[in-house]
């Protein structure tokens, strides 16, 4: 094995690339070339140029055809196969593969010396562990030893299985493109401005009753528009062909089938072209039917051709063409008498572009240069055009490591690029044609079911960006959709081939980082290579979800209309105004006694009463008013013709117009009322009897409660004076006894306390009696001003109990000042008084400014009302006596508890009640309470 180090064997060698590398670590001892000092000259310069090659080549030498090959064919050769044993290997144990084929040539060059070039020539080969299809481009010419013979074949190749993939895929596109025009149901149109032939497509010339093979005038094609839009369709049509308007064409229209009368809704988008005069030299765009829903079409995308390799060699400064074959010399235009001149008089187009500088640059500094697609003006049988090509500059150093030429390599790629520019064109078309249409287009792999495009509208419909879908697998780009069998059918579509269509397909989705749920009529459609084989699917989805939203509120409704007929007992009626026809329910026809349904309105009438007849009549006909209400209520009488009961009917009844906007029919329900007018003439006596009662009771009632207040202030005023007695005299006896046992004192402090709260609860009842015996006189009060007082008179109890109270919001109203001192005084009073022992009280007192709009009981006409809450950290109580601590004597402790007499609140309902306002109560067991006074700002 030679060393790295060992440049005596392997000076020819200028590179360290990969296959320079296997060339020098070989043992070629054990080859029929033995060693590389060996070998002849014309090997070693063969060999250096393909090395430093851009270009794939590979060379066989000798009887064995021993094989050598350069870092661009090892890209062919793949991974997991011949590399890199092929480097030094006998080409028949290298190629057993393709050796049949390859050998007689291989023969016929080392016997004949006669070259050959085949263009995209399949020859599979074993690589990337299989055997695979591959397409090449090469060309097969002799190599001569030193002594002038014939000792080896060089091969210049170049791979072209993506470009024959390529243009079958670009045939596959165009079947996908008419195939999703087809599957978002368009029709498609052509004009030609200048003779006014119409042309179309199958569907749109059945929409418009024509012949399929049918080319006709644009005012035969017009006809078919409804009268009333016919004048704007045309002007339409006519603006769009003026340059200044851009040519855009976007109109909807209705036509009428010449033959069968269906009418059809469309929209029609188009736009006109214009030359350089201004003037439309053709007029097409796409019709899709609306009456249903809107349609669109898909994204289409085309791939580029690449072309063979050329090859040439450029010596010294002045860049002479030293070699050059016969693809280069075709490529300039020139024949080979252009070898030994420099490239600047050989193609003197080529001076002023910039490959003569770029050439001089890659022969100064050594630096390889390549390019992409570069535009080249050439003259080729004396017409001057543009071409492109991808090519490589590499200089060249012979054993000094002087450079004393370069190396261009080119591939024309004139085709890809046009082809390139042509698909776009296409493409703009197909999109302009379809932009505004809701269909979403997609198409992806069968492999792993990879997005490989998707239109704008297919990434509205999932929430997603075209660019955030492509190249990314379905349930990586739309994780939510996994687990609800969308891949099941996809890889059913490509096991069997067979398409897959179904009609509002339920598909939950998250967009706008919401989740939802949608309907789509969905097509997947197998997407087939030249061979037939199935590499993809189209995916053509269009929204439905209002269409299927807007059905279901319609059936729910229907379903709805008919429980509450059936539940209420309505029949049902119609008459058809054109035609006088009159129908009706069952239950209708079974009030009226009859064995058939009356054919007209006239024979309805003619079973009514003269009365009711002429009354219907009359309502009919003011509904048909159109200064009147579409909506109608009418009662008349009906005899039941067979048993002759009669009914006394409320109808309702509503107009429909049609399309024009004249009347076309009457629609309504009837409901059998009799009772309830029988009932109504009862309760109008009942209630002319009732009335005299009721004012005759509540005289009394009045008297009586009149009576009852004077009761209640006589008879607590006039006990207050024997509860006072007893208080003195228990005192004056109690101090006249120096001395009592502690069983009489107990009875002294029983009696002292008794007659204590028998004061209270006396001074209680006589405010509540006051309470309603006064005459109210309003002022303004500041309930501030009012608390604070309040908060004066009780402040022993509040630094005793560590309480602590905050006020906020309270402002001036119309008030009795006396009755809020009461009622603030109760409610703060209660907040101390019910505190929980060992916890400071925490008491909240805040107001609030409502409208009468929020107050959504409120009584009277009050514009604004002041809110009050009074909050507290106290024991609290169950919201089940929300309403029964207001009641006199409705105590729910024990009176050891918390001292009282059962009357406060009901106190504070009587002065809230007073200024027409109301009080609440909200509270949790031991998380205290909350007591709610609202109050009208201003009385009335």
Not at 409 to 436: G, P
Not at 478 to 483: D, F, L, S, T
Not at 891 to 897: F, I
Request: negative net charge; glycine residues 6%; aromatic residues 10%.
């Amino acid at each position: 094995m030679k060393s790295d180090n060992d440049n005596k064997d392997y000076f020819f060698l200028q590179n360290n690339s990969e296959c320079t590398k296997l060339i020098r670590n070989f043992n070629w001892e054990t080859t029929p070339l033995g060693s590389p000092e060996k070998w002849p000259v014309s090997l070693r310069s063969t060999l250096a140029m393909m090395l430093s090659s851009q270009f794939p080549m590979f060379v066989w030498w000798g009887e064995e055809l021993i094989q050598f090959y350069n870092d661009a064919y090892r890209q062919s050769l793949g991974d997991n196969g011949k590399h890199p044993l092929a480097i030094g290997q006998r080409g028949e144990d290298c190629w057993p593969e393709i050796w049949d084929f390859v050998y007689p040539k291989i023969r016929k060059v080392l016997d004949e010396g006669e070259s050959f070039w085949y263009d995209d020539l399949l020859l599979p080969i074993f690589r990337n562990g299989k055997l695979e299809d591959v397409y090449w481009t090469f060309s097969y010419s002799p190599l001569y030893g030193d002594d002038g013979a014939i000792s080896g074949v060089m091969v210049i190749c170049n791979e072209t299985t993506e470009k024959i993939s390529d243009k079958r895929r670009l045939g596959d596109d165009k079947n996908e493109l008419e195939f999703a025009v087809e599957a978002a149901e368009l029709g498609t149109w052509d004009l030609n401005p200048e003779t006014g032939a119409f042309t179309a497509n199958a569907r749109l010339k059945e929409w418009f009753g024509l012949k399929p093979e049918e080319t006709i005038p644009l005012p035969l094609a017009t006809s078919v528009i409804a009268e009333k839009d016919r004048e704007r369709v045309n002007s339409a049509i006519s603006k769009a062909l003026q340059s200044q308007s851009g040519g855009h064409y976007d109109i909807e229209y209705k036509i009428i089938h010449p033959i069968t009368g269906n009418e059809r809704i469309v929209k029609a988008k188009g736009k006109a072209l214009f030359n350089d005069e201004g003037i439309a030299k053709r007029f097409n765009g796409t019709l899709q039917d609306i009456s249903e829903e809107r349609k669109n079409q898909e994204l289409f995308r085309s791939i580029i051709e690449q072309a063979p390799v050329a090859t040439s060699l450029f010596a010294g400064k002045d860049m002479v063409i030293e070699v050059a074959n016969d693809i280069m010399l075709g490529y300039w235009g020139v024949d080979v008498s252009a070898i030994g001149k420099p490239l600047a008089e050989a193609i003197p187009e080529l001076i002023g572009q910039p490959f003569l500088q770029i050439l001089d640059d890659v022969y100064t500094t050594g630096i390889t240069y390549t390019d992409k697609a570069a535009p080249v003006r050439l003259v080729l049988n004396e017409s001057p055009s543009t071409y492109y090509f991808d090519f490589t500059y590499k200089a060249l150093k012979d054993a000094r490591g002087k450079i004393y030429g370069v190396m261009n390599m080119s591939v024309d790629v004139t085709e890809q690029v046009l082809l390139q520019k042509h698909a776009e064109e296409i493409q703009r078309q197909v999109l302009e044609s379809f932009e505004q249409s809701p269909v979403g287009i997609a198409t992806m792999d069968s492999d792993n079911l990879v997005y490989r495009t998707a239109n704008p509208f297919y990434g509205q419909l999932v929430g997603r960006s075209p660019e955030a879908l492509i190249g990314k697998p379905m349930f990586e780009a739309i994780p939510e959709i996994n687990g609800q069998g969308f891949d099941i059918l996809i890889n059913d579509v490509i096991a069997t081939g067979i398409p897959f269509i179904a009609k509002e397909v339920v598909v939950s989705i998250r967009r706008n980082e919401q989740s939802e749920k949608i309907y789509v009529d969905l097509t997947y459609q197998p997407r087939r290579n030249a061979s037939g084989k199935i590499t993809g699917i189209l995916i053509v989805a269009i929204d439905v979800t209002q269409q299927v939203l807007s059905r279901h509120v319609i059936e729910d409704a229907q379903l709805a209309l008919k429980s509450t007929v059936d539940l209420a007992k309505l029949a049902t009626w119609n008459l058809d105004l054109p035609s006088g026809i009159f129908s009706y329910s069952d239950r209708f026809r079974n009030w009226l006694g009859l064995p058939n349904e009356i054919s007209s309105i006239e024979a309805f009438y003619q079973i009514l009463s003269k009365k009711d007849s002429e009354n219907l009549k009359h309502a009919i006909a003011s509904i048909l008013n159109p200064e009147s209400e579409s909506l109608s209520v009418f009662e008349y009488e009906i005899t039941n013709q067979t048993t002759g009961q009669k009914r006394i009917v409320s109808a309702n009844a509503q107009i429909f117009y049609d399309a024009d906007g004249e009347p076309e029919h009457i629609s309504g329900t009837a409901q059998n009322v009799t009772k309830e007018r029988k009932l109504q003439e009862e309760l109008k006596f009942l209630v002319k009897e009732r009335t005299l009662e009721l004012e005759s009771v509540n005289h009394n009632l009045e008297l009586s409660n009149h009576e009852l207040q004077q009761f209640a202030y006589v008879a607590s005023h006039d006990l207050q004076e024997p509860v006072r007695k007893i208080s003195v005299f228990i005192e004056m006896l109690e101090a006249t006894l120096n001395s009592v046992d502690p069983k009489a004192k107990n009875y002294i402090d029983k009696i002292k306390s008794s007659s204590g709260r028998m004061s209270n609860l006396i001074r209680d009842v006589l405010s509540l009696s006051q309470l309603s015996n006064v005459i109210p006189v309003f002022e303004r009060v500041d309930l501030g001003q009012i608390t604070n007082e309040t908060l004066t008179e009780l402040e022993l109890v509040i630094e005793q109990k560590g309480a602590t109270v905050n006020v906020s919001g309270l402002v001036p109203i119309d008030a009795i000042p006396l009755q809020m001192s009461q009622l603030f005084g109760n409610l703060i009073s209660n907040a101390l008084k019910y505190s929980r022992t060992g916890i400071a009280p925490e008491i909240s007192i805040t107001g609030k400014i409502l409208s009468a709009k929020e107050i959504k009981f409120s009584p009277g006409n009050h514009s604004n009302w002041l809110q009050v809450e009074f909050k507290d950290n106290g024991i609290g109580f169950d919201q089940q006596y929300a309403e029964k601590i207001f009641n006199i004597f409705q105590r729910l402790h024990a009176k050891q508890d918390f001292a009282g007499t059962g009357i406060g609140l009901a106190i504070c309902r009587k002065i809230v009640q007073n200024h027409n306002g109301f009080i609440n109560a909200q509270s949790v067991e031991n998380e205290g309470a909350v007591f709610t006074v609202t109050l009208p700002m201003h009385q009335l």
